[in-house]
Nanobody
Framework: QVQLVESGGGLVQAGGSLRLSCAASGKIFSINVMGWYRQAPGKQRELVASITSGGSTRYADSVKGRFTISRDNAENSVYLQMNSLKPEDTAVYYC??????????????WGRGTQVTVSS
């Protein structure tokens, strides 16, 4: 089985920074896209940022210039550096990844989420 485990959430004042980490473990043959989503209370889950195995990145307009996604393919890990945080960034942040456990399988996996709270 494959697991994604997030860490790094917490409470921070507006203008502050946090770094989220997510590590994939288990039976892993290859990892395609890794990304971060977030869900605020009463809102739909939305893409924050994603990164391919080749390093191509994609960001939500609301976080461009403030957040940076990166990954360590050797460690099966993805990171989200969040700077200049705003109260509207408050949400549960979820790690997501498309992972193959063999040459013939591919599944979409989610972490359990980590809470990020930005106070004004």
């Amino acid at each position: 089985q494959v697991q994604l485990v997030e860490s790094g959430g917490g409470l921070v004042q507006a203008g502050g920074s946090l770094r989220l980490s997510c590590a994939a473990s288990g039976k892993i043959f290859s990892i395609n896209v890794m990304g971060w989503y977030r869900q605020a209370p009463g809102k739909q889950r939305e893409l924050v940022a994603s990164i391919t195995s080749g390093g191509s990145t994609r960001y939500a307009d609301s976080v461009k210039g403030r957040f940076t996604i990166s990954r360590d393919n050797a460690e099966n890990s993805v990171y989200l550096q969040m700077n200049s945080l705003k109260p509207e960034d408050t949400a549960v942040y979820y790690c997501n990844s498309g992972i193959s456990s063999s040459r013939y399988t591919y599944s979409d996996y989610w972490g359990r989420g980590t809470q990020v709270t930005v106070s004004s």
